[in-house]
């Protein structure tokens, strides 16, 4: 994949922002100033931003497979750089979903009353080498126990990322590295330009950092303590959930269609990931997939808000059952 390519996975912050809000505005046909109304079609509006990520597969089976419009919805899907760019939006209800909402970010503005979420349904969970820690070929970082006080490039600072990775250094008992906010897109020629000494990376961006630059996989980011530890899901607001119960439920049962679809067939993944990311077929085939969660469940969630709560990401416990869907 080419650099061009790569950074046109995703657009800077700003223009994201711009281009969001000016599509929002074009959607048109709301009932209540909001994402969500009746479509000329008789159905129901849902407005989703989304990432150019494995973790959104499910919204794009659902899409192409029907799914949606079998429940009687007309999903229309805005892409995103970054799930925390479409936050203010959810919150002013200009986007009712988004899908592949890192949790992490999305619990920590519900804790500071930014934000009162609703968990739609499970995404994905963590499986292996669906993110990994890349170092540049010649690096000196041999090893995990060389990585603490290096330069390390996350998507988002205090986030499921650093989360995860710090996971696994406390496990072995190693201190941390310094993280550095760099895009997704922006990671590849951030580490050859030696801005970073490592990035922490998760897929398609994965394997197009590896192709481009020659990178070398330093660790397994969904290894030990967070194997299969919930990472992302389909996310709305209260209002949102109250205000359009049926189309909320109409959603999650198509995700969650999609989901299991996706759980059990990967070459379908496989085969959708090309239509909505700027990875070919055949990159597409080898990439690592997150675990596609079949069910939304208390439990699994409930690992991630424990460990946030022993990082210091969220100040008191929190029972995420209270926050999921009715």
């Given at each position: 994949?080419?650099?061009?390519?790569?950074?046109?996975?995703?657009?800077?912050?700003?223009?994201?922002?711009a281009l969001l809000a000016l599509s929002l505005t074009a959607c048109g046909g709301d009932t209540d100033g909001g994402g969500s109304g009746a479509s000329s079609g008789g159905r129901e509006t849902v407005t989703v931003a989304a990432l150019p990520l494995a973790d959104g597969a499910a919204l794009y089976l659902a899409r192409d497979r029907g799914l949606f419009a079998k429940e009687g919805l007309d999903v229309r899907i805005q892409p995103v750089q970054q799930s925390i760019q479409a936050l203010p939006a959810l919150a002013r209800g200009q986007v009712d979903v988004i899908a592949g909402a890192n949790y992490v970010t999305f619990l920590q503005?519900?804790?500071?009353?930014?934000?009162?979420?609703?968990?739609?349904?499970?995404?994905?969970?963590?499986?292996?080498h669906m993110m990994d820690v890349l170092v540049p070929k010649d690096s000196p970082v041999k090893t995990l126990a060389d990585l603490?006080?290096?330069?390390?490039?996350?998507?988002?600072?205090?986030?499921?990322?650093?989360?995860?990775?710090?996971?696994?250094?406390?496990?072995?008992?190693?201190?941390?590295?310094?993280?550095?906010?760099?895009?997704?897109?922006?990671?590849?020629?951030?580490?050859?330009?030696?801005?970073?000494?490592?990035?922490?990376?998760?897929?398609?961006?994965?394997?197009?950092?590896?192709s481009q630059t020659g990178a070398r996989v330093l660790a397994d980011g969904g290894s030990g303590p967070v194997t299969s530890l919930p990472i992302s899901g389909f996310v709305t607001t209260r209002q949102y959930a109250e205000k359009h119960p049926q189309a909320a439920a109409a959603f999650r049962r198509a995700v969650e269609a999609a989901s299991r679809l996706a759980?059990?067939?990967?070459?379908?993944?496989?085969?959708?990931l090309p239509k909505y990311t700027k990875v070919t077929a055949e990159q597409a085939g080898s990439i690592g997939l997150p675990a596609y969660a079949t069910t939304t469940d208390p439990a699994q969630l409930r690992r991630l808000t424990r460990l946030m709560t022993r990082h210091g990401l969220l100040t008191k416990p929190l029972d995420p059952a209270t926050l999921l869907l009715k």
């Open positions: 994949m080419t650099s061009c390519h790569l950074r046109g996975i995703g657009y800077r912050t700003a223009a994201v922002t503005a519900d804790e500071k009353g930014t934000l009162d979420l609703r968990i739609v349904s499970e995404g994905v969970r963590i499986a292996p603490p006080g290096k330069k390390v490039a996350v998507n988002i600072l205090n986030n499921v990322q650093s989360l995860t990775l710090d996971a696994i250094l406390d496990q072995r008992g190693l201190g941390h590295p310094v993280y550095r906010q760099i895009a997704f897109p922006q990671m590849g020629p951030a580490l050859q330009r030696h801005q970073v000494d490592a990035v922490h990376a998760a897929e398609p961006f994965d394997s197009a950092i590896r759980a059990r067939d990967p070459a379908a993944v496989r085969a959708e």
